[in-house]
């Protein structure tokens, strides 16, 4: 399944390592996952110690390149990336959509970090 679709004259590409579900009226349309998703390095140092257990002071940096900006052009990342990046291009999933069990089945919208 391809990691990209076009609506509208719009173009998404899924950046992240899971297909994306969005649901359109009651259609779901999935967007295949990527092979080469945008990652974040992580460090951690020991921060604390509370009640024997170390607590670390966890960190996320950007890692390796990101796509250019381009017109009519957004692309899917996980929430974690968009923090990361703060780019108005880079879109998460908003609004889930839950099954009858209550498992996530696909968004209604997206939102943007900045």
Known sequence: MENKFIINGVEFINLTRHPINIVIDDEILEIGKCEN????????????EVGGIDVNLVTLSKEGDSPEPSPNRYYIV?????????????L???ETVRDSEGRIIGCKSFAVIL
């Open 92 to 94: 998460i999933p908003d």
């Open 78 to 90: 996980s929430r974690a990336v968009a923090e990361a990046f703060r780019r108005s291009d880079f």
């Open 37 to 48: 998703p945008i990652l974040l390095k992580e460090s951690r140092i020991k921060f604390s």
